[in-house]
DNA sequence: CAGTGAGCGAGCTTCCGCTTGACTT
């Protein structure tokens, strides 16, 4: 083509969110395209203030968020060479805001720039194309949707964490989705405590036919339930039973099919790598993250997997055919005829496919040597739950017999696999179930009994939550976005209002007092219905085009009403939290308290501000000989660093120890205690000092007790 | 597995939801 060599040929530009999408989608569309990423959101309202003008039909006031001015100087360049350009943010309410910000943006300076909005639920070159050829306008409804969204949450939030401020301390924090977290967490602790666990027993038999050994259980005696509270009780039953014929009453046959689990959800997803792993949800988003921006594999740089932010179990048609083909080559027979089909989730928007691998074709163990030991794993879990989703049920065959010895009923029962299906796809998220063979019995047989015993049993009751747990119970609740589920456990604990002990997330007396402050006097919004009602309304904006002024006013009005009436009436708990200590203050005399600071507990003069006198909070006594320091928690240096444990007496003594210390001195050489606790043993303690090997495990009641 | 060292309270703090990096808060 005969051009001028500085007049560059015009292109359309696309416009997306993600970075790794443009440039997988700059791949699909090729040279007359250019594809930029907006990384997320670019306009907002201002941290600093409200930005709300509540007298003005809630007019919001947005700013360039900080740190985005050069994306947008970026996408504004671009954007001059470009004759046409597509809006391609996700196709979900916050992604129309952000192509509706853009737009105006682009407006202002191209006034006569050809815009439009495209959408696209899946990154396949058909679907991109597809989405090119049928360009749309911006729905407003729903930018108006997400308007009242953001409105309404700064609204709560803005005038909520101001009352804490006033009433509790500064600095704390309230929302319409962390204070609900917060309060779930708070209700399960009291369910946990309040929790007395029963002791019962349970009679098992070992039974033998031939050479095949097995156990049952007794179920019935003399038509009930056996109700065995005690050792001496089960001691009764096994005297009663000992010597007597067991014959079989009854051979009971059952097919079984287990079907396999849709592809993951991020929820799902940090689920299952929470429980298989022990990895808190913030970090199975970061690995996650890596794998979906792309891993060295030889010369290439591959993204492994699809976005990791999604509440869809869709996947889309070339994923499906490709994952048909390899079950056919790779698992033939497990291929069922029809694809297996999974219902979006209710609340699910639906912007993004499921969680699955980007090439099926790539195994996890033809990967592996690419990838850090969490990379693998993270992949295994993705790879096999995804291929499995597509694969034949398994078939069970659950055989139970009944036997009866006296007046006492006896049942067992084993389940024996007949056909693998899914299950051979499986690997990391194979069944670890033990299932005991049964010799082939039938009525009226008569079988050895060759010894009784009694097993002690606590009943369970609930458990703490866990990050996996909780967000499972937000997400069922419609509490809470993809995107937000890490963050907010890390909010939560951040604020000091919840701490993570052993993977159990459990509150805290601040965290307590500012939930039952909240429910108590704002109970609506801590109704966990409230974000529900709230999707109800931002619906109807959304599709009937309801005003959504009228919507906040209708939210605002009363509860502005009570935000100042609680501002006003409410008695101030500050100074609740500050716990008497045994220190006097060594420059004043004063009595000194126990202070939750930004980082975390300190000692302070009771005559503050008169004296400022502040010290760290003691933890133990210095083991090192001579010492007469005390160990102090401490962080690494800038700000966030991993907590550990040193002496006052530093750099005089360098003692150091990165687990929590107790008080509790080591009966063997003096040392103080340490807190550790790992799978096999659980909760522990064990002394610090290197040379000394004592150690104590929690005892079974104790542990059985707190087990919850 | 090894790894390491202020401050903090009153003085401006805080929301939820999109996205990724980061020397400054």
Known sequence: MAKKANKAKKINLLIV??????????KYLGNGYGVTASIGHLFD????????DVENNFKPEYITIRGKAKILKEILKEAKKAERIFLASDNDREGEAISYHIR???????????????????????????AVESPMEIDIKKVNAQKARRILDRLVGYKLSPILWKKVKNGLSAGRVQSVALRLICERDREVEAFI???YWTIEAQLKKGKKAFTAQLVQYRGEKPEISNYEDAQKFIA???????????????????????????????QASATRFGYTSRKTMRIAQTLYEGVNIGFERVGLITYIRTDSTR???TALDAVRAFIFKNYPGELPEKPNIYAPGKKAQDAHEAIRPTYVEKTPDSVKSSLTPEQFKLYSLIWERFVSS????????IVTIEFLCEQGIFRTSATRILEKGFYKALKLLAPKEKTQTLPSLSKGDIVECTDLAGEQHFTQG?????????????????IGRPSTYAPIISVLIDRYYVVRKNKKLKATVLGKIINDLLVKTFPEIMDVNFTASVEQKLDRVETNDEPWVQMISEFYMPFHQKVEHVMEHLESIKGVLDEETEYTCEKCGKPMVKKLGRYGFFIACSGFPGCMNSKAVPLADCPRPGCKGKIIAKRKQGSRGKVFYGCTEYPACDFVTYFPPTNVKCPHCGYFLVERSDKKRGDYKVCVNPECDYMHVQEQEEEAKNAG
Not at 244 to 252: G, L
Request: glycine fraction near 2%.
């Open 390 to 397: 597509q694969m034949s049920p398994v078939k069970s065959r």
């Open 240 to 270: 009663f039973f000992k010597g007597k014929d067991f014959r079989v009453q009854e051979v009971k046959e059952k097919e079984k099919l287990t079907r396999p689990l849709a592809p993951f959800t991020t929820s799902k997803l940090q």
């Open 45 to 52: 309202l201002p941290r600093s203030r409200l930005a709300i």
């Open 462 to 478: 609930p458990s703490y939550y866990t990050d996996a747990s909780i967000i499972k119970a937000l997400e069922e609740k419609g």
């Open 315 to 317: 996947i889309a048609q």
């Open 104 to 130: 105006n943006a682009l407006l202002r300076k191209f006034p006569d720039m050809s815009i439009m909005r495209i959408v696209f639920n899946e990154i396949t070159p058909t679907a991109i194309q597809k």
């Open 17 to 26: 969110e993600s970075p790794a999408k443009a440039k997988t989608i700059q």
């Open 197 to 199: 666990p029963r002791e």
